[in-house]
């Protein structure tokens, strides 16, 4: 069963904007802690940006605080990730991915129990 899909990936220039969109399926009822991972060719997956579903304080890695924006719409099927001042480095694949953990900040891939397909960003000079 597919939980998150996401979609919104894209080519863009340096400085350019992209908005991406997590649909969480109603077969997710607890891990209401979603995130945005993202991965570059040859490394880790790492953490961008999270959020509680429901409520709560958004929490963003350090190299996309100010620039990257995560939220939910009204009906909290739909996480966004709005990228804004894009550079080369934050190409990679983006993947939503949703855990049970309380917060706090983004965790540890191990702790997310759904991951979407990922859905490719890819920033140009």
């Known amino acids: 069963q597919v939980h998150l899909v996401e979609s919104g990936g894209g080519s863009v220039q340096v400085g350019g904007s992209l908005r991406l969109s997590c649909a969480v399926s109603?077969?997710?009822?607890?891990?209401?802690?979603i995130a945005w991972f993202r991965q570059a060719p040859g490394q880790g997956r790492e953490g961008v940006a999270a959020?509680?579903?429901?409520?709560?304080?958004?929490h963003y890695a350090d190299s996309v605080r100010g620039r990257f924006r995560i939220s939910v719409d009204n009906l909290k099927v739909t996480v966004f990730l709005e990228m804004n001042s894009l550079k080369p480095e934050d190409t990679g694949m983006y993947y939503c991915?949703?855990?049970?953990?309380?917060?706090?900040?983004?965790?540890?891939?191990?702790?997310?129990?759904?991951w979407g397909k990922g859905t490719q960003v890819t920033v140009s000079s």
């Open positions: 109603k077969t997710i009822v607890d891990a209401n802690y």
């Open positions: 959020v509680y579903r429901w409520a709560g304080t958004p």
């Open positions: 991915a949703a855990a049970t953990r309380p917060g706090g900040s983004i965790g540890e891939v191990s702790e997310y129990t759904h």
